[in-house]
Nanobody, 119 residues
Framework: QVQLVESGGGLVQAGGSLRLSCAASGRTSSTYSMAWFRQAPGKEHEFVAVINWSGATTSYSDSVKGRFTISRDNAKNTVYLQMNSLKPEDTAVYYC????????????WGQGTQVTVSS
C-alpha cells in the first residue's frame, strides 16, 4: 500500500505562484518516476509533469512547459511542483503518483490539493 499526501494548494491571482508538495510513504520505491496530474471540474485526470528517480530527467505537458518545474528530494520521499505565471485554466485539483517513467499512474489517487487561480 502506498500513501500519497499532496499539499500546498490555495487561491492565487493570475500571474502568481504556488509550490506543491507530495509526500509518499508505504510500499513505494525511490527508483520510481514521480508525476503530477490535475483534474479540473468535469474533466479527466490530465498529466502535468514527470521526473525520473534521480531527478536528472523531466518532462512537461505543453500547457505548463516553461511555467512549472518538477523536482524531488529522495531523502524526504517528497516531490515538488513549483508553479509560476499561473493562469485561470490551471485551476484544478492536483495529484501526484508514481509512474514507470511514462504518464500512467501506478496507484490509486490521494486526496489531492486544490489550486484555484482567479482572473
Amino acid at each position: 500500500q502506498v500513501q500519497l499526501v499532496e499539499s500546498g494548494g490555495g487561491l492565487v491571482q493570475a500571474g502568481g505562484s504556488l509550490r506543491l508538495s507530495c509526500a509518499a510513504s508505504g510500499r513505494t520505491s525511490s527508483t520510481y518516476s514521480m508525476a503530477w496530474f490535475r483534474q479540473a471540474p468535469g474533466k479527466e485526470h490530465e498529466f502535468v509533469a514527470v521526473i525520473n528517480w534521480s531527478g536528472a530527467t523531466t518532462s512537461y505537458s505543453d500547457s505548463v512547459k516553461g511555467r512549472f518545474t518538477i523536482s524531488r528530494d529522495n531523502a524526504k520521499n517528497t516531490v515538488y511542483l513549483q508553479m509560476n505565471s499561473l493562469k485561470p485554466e490551471d485551476t484544478a485539483v492536483y495529484y501526484c503518483n508514481p509512474t514507470l517513467g511514462g504518464r500512467s499512474p501506478l496507484y490509486d489517487w490521494g486526496q489531492g490539493t486544490q489550486v484555484t487561480v482567479s482572473s
